[in-house]
């Protein structure tokens, strides 16, 4: 069984900077696509960055690209969202997501959707001050 858990998530000023990890247990990162989500109050949770299992493809939602960055440390089992240029717009729950192990996960105009990951952590809130 997939595990995950997240870290990382505080209270920033605008412009600043974090780090979130997600740390995978049960599974090796190599048979897994990885993603990050996030769910502000009152809205739907949103897919902000995905990285296919072999690392082969990258999707990141208009509002994020060019500030969020996802990468991967097998050696950690590690899965980061560097975030850059914080906006306050940017608050939210963070969650990581893994599809099954082995699973391929395609997307063209409609990127990646909740449906296409299976194991979710609980979730590490940011939160952007202005």
């Known amino acids: 069984q997939v595990q995950l858990v997240e870290s990382g998530g505080e209270l920033v000023q605008a412009g600043g900077s974090l780090r979130l990890s997600c740390t995978v247990s049960?599974?090796?990162?190599?048979?897994?696509?990885m993603g990050w989500f996030r769910q502000a109050p009152g809205k739907e949770r949103e897919c902000v960055a995905v990285?296919?299992?072999?690392?082969?493809?990258?999707y990141y939602s208009d509002s994020v690209k060019g500030r969020f960055t996802i990468s991967r440390d097998f050696a950690k089992n590690t899965v980061y969202l560097q975030i850059n240029s914080l906006k306050p717009e940017d608050t939210a729950v963070y969650y990581c997501?893994?599809?099954?192990?082995?699973?391929?996960?395609?997307?063209?105009?409609?990127?990646?959707?909740?449906?296409?990951?299976?194991?979710w952590g609980q979730g590490t809130q940011v939160t952007v001050s202005s």
């Open positions: 997501a893994a599809t099954l192990p082995w699973r391929n996960i395609y997307w063209d105009t409609v990127g990646p959707q909740v449906a296409d990951f299976s194991s």
């Open positions: 049960g599974c090796t990162l190599n048979s897994l696509g």
């Open positions: 990285i296919t299992r072999n690392g082969g493809r990258t």
